[in-house]
Nanobody, 114 residues
Framework: QVQLVESGGGLVQPGGSLRLSCRTS????????MGWYRQAPGKERELVAG???????SFADSVKDRFTISRDNAKNTVYLQMNSLKPEDTARYYC????????WGQGTLVTVSS
């Protein structure tokens, strides 16, 4: 059974940082491109960052130069380091395979507010 378990969210002030983690199980993690997605209230889920199985990263324009994505294949985990957070980054964040999504996990809530 595939499980995607996100963690690391919380309340942070504008300009602050958070590091999200997504631990996966039930998939051969190392062979898949992975992505971090977010969904803000009233909006559709969007891709914010992706990382290929080879470790090549890509980012949405809205987070470029502020977020980094990394993966640890030994731990079946993908990370999202978020710096210089803005109120518009407030959303529930999810990880999933970049293509052919698995069932979504619960996500982790990030709230950026003073």
């Amino acid at each position: 059974q595939v499980q995607l378990v996100e963690s690391g969210g919380g309340l942070v002030q504008p300009g602050g940082s958070l590091r999200l983690s997504c631990r996966t199980s039930g998939i051969i993690f190392s062979i898949y491109d992975m992505g971090w997605y977010r969904q803000a209230p009233g909006k559709e889920r969007e891709l914010v960052a992706g990382i290929t199985s080879a470790g090549r990263a890509s980012f949405a324009d809205s987070v470029k130069d502020r977020f980094t994505i990394s993966r640890d294949n030994a731990k079946n985990t993908v990370y999202l380091q978020m710096n210089s957070l803005k109120p518009e980054d407030t959303a529930r964040y999810y990880c999933n395979k970049r293509w052919n999504h698995e069932v979504w996990g619960q996500g982790t809530l990030v709230t950026v507010s003073s």
